[in-house]
């Protein structure tokens, strides 16, 4: 399975990005999805995690404000960015993993500016 993320961009503080991930194959068979993010001069951090049984999981510092959801009928994953922070500016990526496995598959990144 090879991921693909887009959707990035440059946005003003207070506005909204909406992120896609799509997948080659099926993401049915990924157990969890995620997206991480990644600042310059830093480590990557963990964003947002969903399971095939669609349970959530979120960074403080996006509770509120992300959301993320995945469509296994058509193969894809998003992000919902809402009321945007300067400090959201990264590289966002997304990922996957199968059932008793570790974050194995990678998208690419896209570039999410927030201007203040």
């Known amino acids: 399975v090879q991921l693909q993320a887009s959707g990035g961009g440059l946005v003003q503080a207070g506005g909204s990005l909406r992120l896609s991930c799509a997948a080659s194959?099926?993401?049915?068979?990924?157990?969890?999805v995620a997206w991480y993010h990644q600042a310059p001069g830093k480590q990557r951090e963990l964003v947002a995690t969903i399971t095939s049984g669609d349970s959530s999981n979120y960074a403080d510092s996006v509770k509120g404000r992300f959301t993320i959801s995945r469509d296994n009928a058509k193969n894809t994953m998003h992000l919902q960015m809402n009321s945007l922070k300067p400090e959201d500016t990264a590289v966002y990526y997304c990922?996957?993993?199968?059932?008793?496995?570790?974050?194995?598959?990678w998208g690419q990144g896209t570039q999410v500016t927030v201007s203040s």
């Open positions: 990922s996957g993993r199968k059932l008793g496995g570790t974050w194995d598959y």
């Open positions: 194959g099926s993401i049915f068979s990924m157990y969890m």
